[in-house]
């Protein structure tokens, strides 16, 4: 997670390369990140919820379950000392 001291310096390191843009180029730039926040506003969240019995198969969870533990393999070779 950022801090707000992150997000300070990242503002700052941003704004290094900004300020030398003329007017046009800075008032472009601030309608541009002014419509990504409206934009990130609309966009919901998806609920796990709503992904709950997205998979769909004929076979049942046990049968999957002993499809996996029986698919697995190992190769586990100690060498002695």
Do not use: P
């Not at 300020?19 to 609309?42: C, F, G, P, V």
């Not at 919901?44 to 969870?61: C, D, I, P, V």
Request: glycine residues 2%.
């Amino acid at each position: 997670m950022v801090t707000s001291s992150q997000h300070i310096s990242l503002a700052d390191y941003y704004f290094g390369f900004l300020k030398n843009l003329n007017a046009d180029s800075k008032l472009d730039l601030i309608s541009k990140l002014s419509q990504s926040l409206k934009e990130t506003e609309t966009i919901s969240e998806t609920s796990l919820q709503s992904l709950f019995g997205a998979y769909k198969s004929e076979e049942t969870a046990e049968e999957i379950i002993a499809e996996l533990r029986a698919s697995r393999v190992f190769n586990r070779n100690t060498e002695s000392l």
